[in-house]
């Protein structure tokens, strides 16, 4: 569509997005039987045979695409590839360093037919971990498989995100058709200091007058932005759990503060309420709410080089009241705000999955988190444990909740974390709903 037929035909949104099966439970997308089924044409969702271009064809997609992306040299990534013929035609207009992956052995077979004697190169390979050494291209074009990954759960998308960062080179361009997923949860995955965002999924009109609403689903693009040396210093795998029956181990792992202790060594910490303000004289009664707090030069010095917590003696949900001690706050600092009654849990379990899956994001992206209440056991109790889960997918219910436990134990005897049945229960809840 050109921009001349724009004013009469633009539609306010993509029509929603139709699965090719009424049935098609959303998790299946994960599922490594489910694709090659699809593409060897014995599930009831089976693709034809010779070629099928999710969302649209290379025609419709080449004009956005090459605004981004020059021909040539660059080193292009095409995941999911399917037997979409856009990989071929891809080559043909003159990018010709590719190479393409999918889930599936069967769509791979179908793409060797598909592309003949081009020199193009085809595997096998897991988007949320790629088998390719960090900065291995310049460019990759995504059609519906970070949709695919996304549908099948947060923390996927969040590992498949975490993959293009470290294969993307600095400069290059991650251009994605998307329609499956909320433009939302697409462009908080790609936050932070890695990624400028090129497209965001709003209507675009390209140089030539075409429209990109003839994509029939949203247009996104980010550029990587080069790392700086403290985020390249951090991101690094996350380190391997001690076993739970060793108890010096276990302590020197988790131990730090006399009001917190490392969830995840070097990368999590959980505890109570970081410090108090001493900018100004405090009430009574600020001073009776500031009696669980550790003292502001113990906060002061914590050990994980430059990292520190938000000063304040505010009660947390009354987030105004942090505001006349921002200036007191380390430079750099974020503060992150989760209304959660004490001794209580989230409004719902799309809130507690939302919190959990931005952690998760961070925490993957290599930024240094602290988790904390008032006191430090309940509530960060029941989101460390969730976190947990998500961070390291051996991690069951049980031994998340053990840890979180003896990381409270290391600092505070004769205590609960989580505090309630209805949070250990939360907990639970949350591995049902990650863990089907």
């Not at 080559?91 to 592309?115: C, I, K, M, P, Q």
């Not at 400069?171 to 990624?195: C, I, K, N």
């Not at 969830?263 to 669980?292: D, F, I, K």
């Not at 989230?346 to 994001?361: I, N, Q, T, Y």
């Amino acid at each position: 569509m050109r921009l001349s037929r724009l004013l009469w035909t633009l539609p306010l949104a993509p029509p929603p997005l139709r699965l090719r099966s009424p049935c098609m439970a959303g998790n299946k997308y994960g599922r490594k039987d489910y694709w090659d089924d699809l593409y060897r044409g014995s599930g009831s969702d089976g693709l034809p045979a010779e070629a099928f271009s999710w969302y649209c064809g290379w025609s419709e997609l080449e004009p956005f695409w090459s605004e981004l992306v020059a021909s040539g040299t660059p080193r292009v990534l095409v995941p999911g590839m399917g037997n979409d013929r856009s990989l071929v035609e891809l080559y043909d207009a003159g990018w010709r360093d590719v190479t393409a992956f999918d889930y599936s052995e069967d769509a791979v077979t179908r793409a060797r037919a598909l592309v003949g004697r081009r020199d193009v190169r085809l595997l096998c390979a897991d988007a949320t971990a790629l088998p390719f050494a960090d900065a291995s291209f310049d460019a990759v074009l995504d059609k519906g498989t970070l949709d695919a990954v996304g549908i099948a759960g947060d923390t996927r998308l969040q590992e498949a995100v975490a993959e293009l960062t470290r294969t993307t080179a600095a400069g290059g361009v991650v251009v994605t058709v998307s329609r499956a997923l909320e433009p939302s949860s697409l462009l908080s995955a790609f936050t932070g200091q890695d990624w400028k965002v090129e497209r965001d999924g709003g209507l675009h009109v390209a140089e030539g007058g075409e429209v990109s609403t003839d994509l029939a689903a949203g247009l996104f693009a980010w550029r990587r932005l080069p790392e700086g040396p403290r985020r390249e210093s951090l991101r690094a795998p996350l380190p391997a759990l001690c076993s739970l029956d060793d108890a010096t181990a276990v302590a020197a792992q988790h131990a730090c503060t006399s009001f917190a202790s490392w969830l995840v060594p070097g990368r999590v910490l959980v505890g109570r309420y970081p410090g108090s303000c001493p900018s100004r004289p405090c009430t009574a009664a600020e001073q009776r709410e500031r009696a669980e707090l550790p003292p502001q030069e113990e906060a002061a010095a914590w050990p994980p080089g430059g990292v520190a917590g938000q000063s304040g003696n505010a009660v947390a949900p009354q987030t105004a009241r942090f505001q006349p001690y921002r200036a007191d706050a380390p430079e750099g600092a974020q503060f992150l705000h989760f209304p959660i009654p004490d001794r209580g849990v989230a409004d719902s379990p799309e809130a507690l999955d939302g919190l959990v899956s931005e952690l998760s994001r961070r925490a993957l992206d290599g930024q240094v988190l602290y988790i904390h209440c008032w006191g430090g056991r309940g509530r960060t109790g029941m989101v460390a444990a969730c976190l947990l889960g998500s961070l390291y997918r051996y991690v069951g219910a049980e031994e998340a909740l053990q840890r979180v436990q003896r990381c409270l134990s290391l600092r505070e005897a004769g205590c609960r974390s989580p505090e309630t049945e209805a949070q250990v229960e939360a907990v639970r809840e949350w591995f049902k709903r990650k863990r089907p």
